[in-house]
């Protein structure tokens, strides 16, 4: 079976680009989540979706940010406009049984650098 | 808030010793403990896990302790090696919430 699948696995862009990071989960896992890692902060959680729905938005950073699932396979992160602050490894990841129940299956990260 | 304090931050340790990395967690209704390993360039991975009704648990070379009422946990790997090496993320989760990470401890197993 295939992990988590995320694209690209680099990105570089000037500021006030617009990014748009994309995942495809592990297929029957019905939860999806979006964490940030620097080195500052450590792992964050951005947002996380249960069956394709978004539940938790609450550590989206601000407006810029924006996370949308229109299917059960398919989920993207954008970013609009960028700014050098948001240079991170993006990860995206699934669980067959939603947050606290079992283990988080981690794709391999999409890092973004913002000239 | 949950918020989850991880020690040490680095941690060297000759091949075939024993390494141990400690949380401490705050909010007394986590329920659910893992912990992950990240290798350079990769995502973070479960290695294992604890639940609250359960002390101590292990897997071959790895052991999790657990300690409810001082809120602390412990993960121990035995025979440490060089494949050990990777960054290490202990988590606490509430029930029904989500996990909420500690900073890391940066392993590093010297042959």
């Known amino acids: 079976d295939a992990g988590v699948i995320q694209s690209p696995r680099h990105e570089v862009t000037e500021m006030g680009q617009e990014v748009t990071l994309r995942c495809k989960p592990i297929?029957?896992?019905?939860?999806l989540f979006w964490y940030r890692q620097t080195m500052m902060r450590g792992l964050e959680l951005l947002i996380y979706?249960?069956?394709?729905?978004?539940?938790?938005d609450s550590g989206m950073p601000e407006d810029r940010f924006s996370a949308k699932m229109p299917n059960a396979s398919f989920s993207t992160l954008k970013i609009q406009p960028s700014e050098p602050r948001d240079s991170a490894v993006y990860f995206c990841?699934?669980?067959?049984?939603?947050?606290?129940?079992?283990?988080?299956?981690f794709g391999e990260g999409s890092r973004l650098t913002v000239l | 808030g949950e918020n989850v304090e991880q020690h040490p931050s680095t941690l060297s340790v000759q091949e075939g010793d024993s390494a141990v990395i400690k949380c401490t967690y705050s909010?007394?209704?986590?329920?659910?403990f893992p912990w992950y390993k990240q290798e350079l360039g990769k995502g973070p991975q479960l290695i294992i896990d604890?639940?609250?009704?359960?002390g101590e648990k292990k897997d071959q070379r790895i052991a999790v302790t657990l300690n409810k009422t001082a809120k602390h946990f412990s993960l121990h790997i035995t025979e440490t090696q060089p494949e050990d090496s990777a960054v290490y993320f202990c988590?606490?989760?509430?029930?029904?919430?989500?996990?909420?990470f500690g900073p890391g401890t940066r392993l590093s197993v010297l042959p």
């Open positions: 990841a699934s669980s067959p049984r939603g947050p606290n129940t079992g283990e988080l299956f």
């Open positions: 297929s029957g896992h019905n939860s």
């Open positions: 979706f249960n069956n394709n729905v978004p539940i938790d």
């Open positions: 909010d007394s209704a986590s329920n659910y």
């Open positions: 604890i639940r609250s009704n359960v």
């Open positions: 988590a606490a989760s509430p029930y029904g919430q989500n996990f909420v």
